[in-house]
């Protein structure tokens, strides 16, 4: 069983979402990215450190070689990879980067419409696009944040959906 299955079984088991797995280039720091699309408020310390004591017995019975564990929210520009992630996060802005160029260009922002049959539906300035989920190299939510007034004082809050 390769590294990502093992972190994707033991994460589903804990009622987390793999989100993102990174390796830096020996091999030698392991990122894991979770989620909890129940949780309103997002993934906090806490739950980092459950997953982190759990991996960390996890990976030493089955001999995953590493030197350190950093268990970590997707963040709010988190990446959206999976068809569920689409689907999820319909009506977001969000920025795409494709593998190969459609009307001459690789990059887009716009408003995320939502997925269907294997083909995301961007919302643009210039009009709706469609790009197959295949040629998607890189995807991204762009964060949005309210500004209000509390005592005078600007205040940002941050949206999350």
């Known amino acids: 069983m390769d590294v990502h299955e093992l972190l994707e079984k033991t994460l589903t088991g804990l009622g987390y979402e793999l989100v993102d797995v990174e390796r830096s280039p020996r091999g030698r720091v392991l990122r894991v990215f979770i989620d909890k699309p129940e949780k309103p408020r997002g993934i906090d310390v806490d739950d980092c450190a459950l997953v982190s004591n759990h991996l960390s017995r996890v990976l030493a019975v089955e001999d995953v070689d590493y030197d350190r564990l950093e268990v970590s929210s997707p ?19 969000i920025t795409l980067k494709l593998r190969l160029p459609a009307a001459g260009r690789r990059n887009f922002s716009g408003m995320l419409v939502g997925v269907v049959d294997g083909k995301v539906r961007l919302r643009m300035d210039a009009g709706d ?10 995807a991204r939510l762009v964060p949005r944040f309210a500004t209000g007034k509390s005592g005078g004082k600007p205040v940002q809050e941050v949206m999350r959906k």
């Open 75 to 93: 963040g709010l520009d988190r990446l959206l990879r999976k068809e569920s992630d689409f689907a999820r996060f319909a009506g977001c802005e």
């Open 129 to 138: 696009m469609d790009v197959e989920l295949e040629n998607i190299d890189r």
